[in-house]
């Protein structure tokens, strides 16, 4: 049973530039979340995918944005990349369940972005 | 931002001790999580408390929760080199509707052999 999978697993990009991030859901996971993780800090929630829409979102400027696949695998895209943008994007997966609780996520490894 | 705060932020002890740490967060939640990090990949979900629960049990894991002070704490006894990792605790707030976790900025824990 395939956990969540991110690719790639690092990534060095020039301020302006833009990027995407994938992930795929653990098996039988039909919810995708993004995280960002700064440097010694925990992760902060960017935004969650359900049902090829986006659910929620953090707070984040425009030039984040995602998509999610009918197979519910999902990007990340990043446009007009900042020096701070630099940080590892997390990627969780979770089953829905009914208010009022989130279900357990799991996380994949992250994909180390480093923004010169 | 983070609502949850991680007490301490670093945490060195010898193996075979225990291991506490604490996290206080601001506002009501369904439920709060905490996951281990090791040398900056994934985070690896240890245990989950609900709002209606005080303390739960996992290996040697122990997680309580006071809802009232808004604080939980981890436990680890009998701590093994193979437990120095990062620890965060992360909330589910009711405000959310169920869609978001938010972190803390998590203890650093080393277990010296």
């Known amino acids: 049973d395939a956990g969540v999978t991110q690719s790639p697993t690092h990534l060095i990009k020039t301020r302006g530039q833009q990027v995407t991030l994938r992930c795929s859901p653990k098996?039988?996971?039909?919810?995708v979340s993004w995280y960002q993780q700064a440097l010694g800090q925990g992760p902060q929630f960017i935004f969650q995918?359900?049902?090829?829409?986006?659910?929620q979102r953090g707070n984040f400027p425009d030039r984040f944005s995602g998509h999610q696949f009918p197979n519910y695998s999902s990007e990340l895209n990043v446009n007009a990349l900042l020096l701070g943008d630099s940080a590892l994007y997390l990627c969780a997966s979770s089953s829905p369940t009914g208010l009022p609780s989130t279900d357990t996520q799991y996380f994949g490894p992250g994909t180390r972005l480093t923004v010169l | 931002s983070q609502q949850g705060e991680e007490d301490p932020q670093a945490l060195s002890i010898q193996e075979g001790e225990n291991a506490t740490m604490n996290c206080s967060y601001k506002t009501s939640i369904n439920n709060l999580q905490w996951y281990r990090q090791n040398s900056g990949r994934g985070l690896v979900h240890l245990i989950l408390i609900r709002s209606n629960e005080r303390e739960k049990h996992s290996g040697r894991l122990r997680v309580t929760l006071d809802t009232s002070k808004k604080s939980s704490s981890l436990l680890i006894t009998a701590s093994r080199a193979a437990d120095t990792a990062s620890y965060f605790c992360a909330t589910d707030a009711i405000e959310n509707a169920g869609n978001m976790l938010t972190f803390g900025g998590g203890t650093r824990l080393m277990v010296k052999p």
């Open positions: 995918y359900y049902e090829e829409e986006e659910r």
């Open positions: 098996s039988g996971h039909d919810t």
